[in-house]
């Protein structure tokens, strides 16, 4: 007698837009990320897959310091990284405060404040 398999945990559709700028040698490792999966695979990825690849196959080690050397190289800025001081950022803190003020704000257009 054969079993069903689980079904498969549904996919969350939803994705996080995000803008990003990248450097001259970065958009190159995107273009031969794009080739290598066209000519090895035969899959024609496009930017977003490409760079979601990219993330998912780096190696979370002590290498990261080196190329982020780079990539502050890179950018130019000078201003040294804050403190870790063990809190956990959170992406969207400040988003409840902007979402009180927008309401001030839209309430004074219609007049209402």
């Known amino acids: 007698m054969k079993t069903k398999a689980a079904p498969a945990a549904p996919v969350n559709p939803v994705a996080q837009k995000l803008s990003i700028s990248l450097f001259a040698a970065d958009l190159e490792r995107v273009d031969a990320i794009l080739d290598h999966m066209k000519a090895k695979a035969g899959v024609r990825l496009n930017v977003s897959q490409a760079i979601k690849l990219a ?46 003020l927008s309401r001030g704000l839209l309430d004074r257009v219609k007049g209402r404040a």
């Open 55 to 100: 993330l998912r196959s780096v190696r979370i080690d002590d290498g990261l310091l080196a190329a982020w050397d780079g990539v502050r190289a890179d950018d130019g800025r000078r201003k040294t990284p804050a403190p870790d001081d063990g809190r956990l950022r959170k992406p969207n803190a400040n988003l409840e405060r902007v979402k009180a």
